[in-house]
């Protein structure tokens, strides 16, 4: 369950959030959307895939992080990688929109939401554990602002997301793709479900195409997305250690 909440300081006054990694704090997801300005971090850490959405059927870059739902293999006394997607590290708060009223005109804002059943989030503790939210005297803290930027950042990077995603089917750049993985125990794991950068046909596009892709900076963003599936051999050695081999 969820429960989005407009943030206020009214409200909200005694609210922290915890900031370190772990299952417990929701951290156990196997993979976590990406968006291309963000694919040079996440490329030299996580291979890089597309997942269509079943019940919106939306396609949307991802950064794979284990084999199986609820599996995270990075996590091991915190999270092993030093750089964290912005759709992770975002937990739990949301962008919302509201209507506002300016000059006799009715327009849509966004607004910070915060989802108070997150297991990030703490009420009156007594401890003090995590990071407040606001002043003591009004106004944000430093990391709630923080928030809001990586927040901003992320919905323009996901609407970019959506932008290269279109232009990848128009070109029929996306072809589905299957990935068998056997560990040293001789288990196998088959990945399934995701999409890939169809390379033969990227290898067709005339001129025209590749010099639209490389203006809008998704020429790059795909060759990052290739390379980084070499990031599967760290998975399975991660898997392994996982296992004692």
């Known amino acids: 369950m969820t429960q989005p909440v407009l943030l206020n300081a009214a409200d ?3 609210v922290r959030v915890i900031t370190a990694r772990g299952a ?8 976590a959307t990406t968006f291309p300005l963000e694919m040079r971090s996440c490329a030299a850490c996580y291979p890089l895939f ?25 996590l091991r006394a915190g999270w092993q990688e030093q ?13 919302g929109r509201q209507q506002v009223r300016e000059d006799g005109m009715v327009r849509e804002q966004r607004v910070l939401h915060i989802d108070l059943d997150h297991p990030r989030v703490r009420r009156g503790d007594s401890q003090n554990a995590g990071e407040p939210l606001f002043l003591p005297y ?8 923080d928030m809001a930027g990586l927040l901003e950042t992320l919905h323009l990077g996901m609407q970019d997301a959506n932008n290269f995603v279109a232009l990848l089917e128009q070109y029929q750049l ?9 560990l040293k125990d001789s288990s196998s794991h088959q990945l399934v479900g995701f999409l890939t950068i169809a390379e033969e046909q990227l290898a067709k596009l005339d001129g025209a195409a590749l010099a639209q892709l490389h203006q809008q ?20 050695a991660l898997k392994n250690q996982q296992l004692g081999l």
């Open 174 to 182: 996306l072809e589905p793709v299957t990935v068998n993985v056997t």
């Open 83 to 95: 750089y964290l997607p912005l759709s992770v590290r975002r937990q739990p708060f949301l962008i």
């Open 50 to 74: 597309f997942f269509k959405d079943t019940q919106s059927q939306q396609i949307y870059p991802v950064a794979l992080f284990g084999f199986q739902h609820g599996e995270n293999l990075f």
């Open 12 to 14: 909200h006054a005694d």
């Open 138 to 145: 009004g106004g944000q803290t430093p990391f709630l602002q």
């Open 24 to 31: 417990e704090y929701g951290d156990n997801q196997w993979f």
């Open 217 to 236: 900076g998704y020429l790059q963003a795909i060759y990052l997305m290739i390379a980084s599936q070499a990031q599967i051999r760290q998975l399975v």
